[in-house]
């Protein structure tokens, strides 16, 4: 809500389609009882900002639709005008995967955009980057301590010396040793940081520093590696010792990447990243939406864009099978959702495990809703192909990398896969980043744009307020990602240095 809005505290709420009988407050702080909207409707009782009010009278168990799909069923009779929170829906069923449809409805390629370029690195291998940044891994954690200490004098004593140089990053993980590195599913998290180790923002500039007894040696982690990209903590005459080597390497690494400049590159290079955080009843009507705008912007220039967060796709994607590019495609998503299905039942949980309590607050009942605002980041394009979790991403055009939802995993993920920029929406907010490439906040709400003023890059908030539309924040949104690739422009969180450590996936057994 902004203050104008708030000055006037014209009643609002968000009916999403024309078949919903639920509709969600727009006014910050809520509204009391007996508020009367322009259509008539008047509430039964306080309903807080983002929550659900039924739009005619429900009996018990009959369906409640928002988006024009059933999110779930009433619990007891709702009058029309109630609150009706979380505690009033039952879940439904999810799709049954072997009855979906495959390619069915695959959208028509949008109109080409031509001519948009931005200011980055070009590798030799033909990938572009977003940064000039020496990255360091480690094959397991043991060594993350000594490696921070390096880093810290490596910033503090070298990198001064190479001014065309962004940062020097520790990828530093909790995988390596006293694992099962041989189970089938050790694939996820090998990949994922061999994956991170060859971002094109490192400039093919590898280094490795390994402890030497651990399961993922080095060798094994990167096997085209030269021994000379590598350290190796047991071979050096303490802890000074391991230091300065790893320095040395990285003073040789710096000066070769402070020969990189910035050219003119076509967007169709860049790999974006789309993610959801403290998502609300707003994410789905104004944030996601116009993200998926700029999704197809994007896709429109020829650039690859990823979106993610398997649970948070898994209860719309009957909405997703029809948009694949072919039924090979479609199989490969579905086999996603069933191998998650399956991840989950061996742990015990089901799908109620999500939304987060902050979802909830923020008016979301239950994983179904949330789903259905969530694929909204993923616009009209055909998806065109999928991404099993840490796989490199190799096509062009929209594709969905399977991930969990989880912000911090799947942004470790999508590093991996490749991505330069993350486009990051939130509704309750969260202080989430990424050293190796920047994020791009974008508020739901008005309120949370004005809370945090000097966190939030793109307010889609007006969206709720009729201040502006989907289409122009999509605008807004595409032209931020070229100018922060280029750039020319610098994230919040990249301002205050807010950086997230990387989180392996890893379904395989710990030792």
């Known amino acids: 809500m902004s203050k104008s809005e708030n000055q006037n505290n014209k009643p609002l709420y968000i009916l999403v389609n024309p078949q919903d009988n639920v509709a969600i407050v727009v006014n910050e702080g809520g ?22 009010v039924a739009l005619v009278d429900l009996d018990k168990d009959a369906a409640l639709v928002r988006y024009g799909e059933v999110i779930g069923y009433a619990v007891r009779r709702i009058e029309k005008g109630s609150w009706i929170d979380e505690s009033l829906v039952q879940l439904p069923a999810a799709p049954q995967l072997d009855e979906l449809p495959l390619a069915n409805k695959v959208p028509a390629p949008l109109p080409p955009l031509e001519g948009y370029v931005f200011d980055g690195y070009c590798n030799a291998d033909g990938s572009v980057a977003t940064k000039n940044v020496l990255g360091i891994t480690t094959s397991v954690q043991c060594v993350a301590s000594v490696l921070d200490y390096a880093v810290k004098r490596i910033k503090d004593e070298v990198l001064p010396k190479y001014p065309n140089v962004d940062d020097v990053v520790a990828l530093n993980h909790a995988y390596g040793c006293g694992v099962a590195i041989d189970a089938p599913e050790a694939k996820v998290p090998i990949r994922t940081v061999r994956n991170i180790a060859t971002h094109p923002n490192f400039g093919g500039e590898i280094l490795v520093v390994g402890l030497g007894c651990e399961k993922l040696l080095p060798e094994r982690l990167m096997p085209d590696l030269d021994p000379s990209n590598i350290v190796v903590l047991q071979e050096h005459a303490g802890f000074i010792k391991m230091v300065d080597a790893i320095v040395e390497k990285a003073d040789k690494k710096l000066k070769k990447l402070d020969q990189r400049r910035r050219v003119s590159c076509p967007v169709s290079g860049l790999v974006v990243g789309l993610q959801c955080g403290g998502s609300d009843a707003f994410s789905g009507v104004t944030a996601n939406p116009a993200v998926g ?16 967060e398997v649970s948070e796709v898994r209860d719309a994607i009957h909405l997703l099978t029809p948009r694949v590019v072919n039924e090979e495609v479609g199989r490969a998503l579905i086999n996603e959702m069933k191998w998650y299905d399956n991840y989950l039942d061996m742990g015990g949980v089901d799908r109620s495990a999500n939304p987060t309590p902050g979802n909830k607050k923020g008016g979301l009942a239950n994983v179904v809703e949330k789903a259905l605002g969530s694929i909204a980041k993923s616009g009209t394009s055909p998806i065109v192909a999928v991404l099993s979790p840490g796989e490199k991403a190799c096509q062009k055009g929209l594709i969905y990398a399977a991930t969990p939802a989880s912000d911090f995993v799947c942004g470790t993920l999508q590093l991996a896969s490749g991505m330069h920029v993350q486009v990051f929406t939130t509704g309750r907010g969260t202080p989430y980043g990424l050293a190796m490439t920047p994020v791009i906040k974008v508020s739901t709400r008005n309120a949370l744009t004005e809370q945090w003023h000097d966190l939030i890059d793109v307010n889609a908030g007006r969206i709720a307020t009729g201040e502006t539309t989907i289409e122009e924040v999509g605008w807004e949104i595409f032209r931020l990602i070229i100018d922060v690739a280029s750039g020319r422009k610098q994230t919040w969180a990249d301002h205050w240095g807010l950086n997230n450590a990387l989180c392996l996936f890893n379904p395989a057994p710990i030792t």
């Open 31 to 52: 509204l009391p009882k007996g508020t009367v909207f322009e259509s008539g409707l008047v509430l039964q009782e306080h309903v807080p900002q983002g929550h659900k």
């Open 293 to 308: 705008y700029a999704a197809d912007l994007l896709v429109r220039a020829g650039a690859t864009v990823m979106f993610s």
